[in-house]
């Protein structure tokens, strides 16, 4: 193939077996990739200066269509979220794939995987489409121009939302798929265009990685004080990790992947991928900002048919609307990627029934317990749903390492030895359900959450929750003491105590895939054994 641009000619694109009449742009900048996107009509302008894609029809792939490649016969069945694939399968896709690559024009990057040098990864992508390879270039962190000409990749992501999985000869359930050969590094996507598919994909990589270079790969936001003392929010998507963890008057040094190693926590990325919906300036005034910019991508946002302006009130293009934007344009934030050890840890959930407290205190136990149990993942479509919906080990959903129960006790053990205090954050609803409820104010969020990490939530009365056995706050200053207790937020204590009841036995049911994986201390943090009355 011909290829253009700065690249390592001794690692191109025939040495991965791209060979052809096609063309291969190699490490082209925002400008070019903004060009190219709107020139062959995969993105728009919006007013803002941003670029925007819409990624429907072609839609995320299947569960059931996440493989990993299965190494021998006594290899796991697969990482949680992705079934096994044999390696000729997984060859066999890869060949079709690169003939249909062959004649077409390919927008390839060169892109670190972490903030430190000495156990980062570094990935080259190979996509279809350009706005794919702005997405990355967002996300990941660039190798400085220099060092082009000489870089190797550890992973090789080749992406063709043009090419269409066969069922009958790629054995997936649909055309859209995605292939992961952990051994060789190598990573298929086709018949999608969802970004998130790309990034969880990068995701389980790192985290099948990282682990055996002493580092603790973790689905959560960091940010730190003008002390210089570090927390960790941990949380599903649309938890709020980016909205908290961006707060004026904290230094944001990542918003959703990082790494704890001996060293500190270490950013894995550099950009954001946060959801928009109802997104303000009022709201988040930092985040808002950082979006509506030249070099941030919109997917699915709907423009105004005339002045396209975004409208992020809306959701009438039917996926989740999002934005990616690199991390040195969000105010406060650090681009060096690395914090100490965090003094706070805010597990946050998404409670959709408004059960939970909008805060909570856990011991370490306990804090093991929520963390793998996940409450709070987005539910998935009754036809799609997964067999534990609402739950996701490690809030880590399809990248979730193998081993969930070593993947939490790791965290248990750097909880301990560096003393963080571990908070439970419910950023979902109080007073009722999703529908009747309302959702916790933002305001009173953040508000617990500084208390939380500056430790003023250490000096306050606790109460033990009667479901959930975790303590919670009964008054701080500045906060209404009824907003703290969710049961006097129902209309009906009668009705609160059912929805509490039924989501301790939910939890229940879900923890009993890890029972035989945990000790007594996790085991009696189960809702079930708290206590039965105030």
Known sequence: MQETGTRNPSTGAAAYGLDGSGIVFWNLAEPALYERSIARGEARLAASGALCVDTAPLASAAPADRRVVREDASAPEGWEGHRPLEREAFDRLKADMLA??????????????GADADWRLN?????EQAWHGLFLRTLLRRPARETLATFV????????PGFKADPERHGFTGPAAVAIDLARGDILVCGTNEGAELRNAVQLCLDHALPGRGVLPLHGAVTVSE????????????????????????TLIGDDSHGWAASGL????????????????????????????????????????????????????????RASFPLRVVPHASLSGRAPAPRAILLLCRDTRGVLPPIARLKPATALYHFLSGYGAPMAAADGAPAHAGFSPCFAGATLAHHPSTHAARLRDLVQRHGATCWLVNTGWIGGPMGTGRRVPLALTRRLVAAAIDGALAEVDMRTDPYFGISVPTSLPGVEPQLLNPARSWASASAYEAAARALVALFVENF????????????????RLA????
């Open 227 to 250: 002390e210089g003392e570090a927390a960790l929010l941990l949380g599903h998507d649309g938890s709020g990790k980016t909205t908290l963890a961006a707060d004026e008057g904290r």
């Open 100 to 113: 249909h690559a062959a004649g077409r024009s390919i927008f390839a990057q060169d892109l670190h995987a």
């Open 153 to 160: 990749p550890d992973l090789t992501l080749l992406c063709l």
């Open 512 to 527: 009993e895939r890890f029972e035989t994986a945990v000790d007594d201390e996790v085991r009696g943090a189960c809702p």
């Open 266 to 321: 270490v950013n894995l990325e550099g950009g954001c991928h946060v959801r928009t919906e109802g997104l303000s300036a009022e709201r988040a005034p930092e985040l808002h900002a950082a979006v509506n910019r030249f070099g941030t991508l919109l997917e699915n946002v709907v423009l105004h048919p005339d002045t396209r302006e975004p409208n992020y009130a809306s959701t009438a293009l039917g996926e989740t609307p």
């Open 531 to 534: 206590v039965a009355a105030e």
């Open 123 to 127: 990935l080259r992508a190979y996509c």
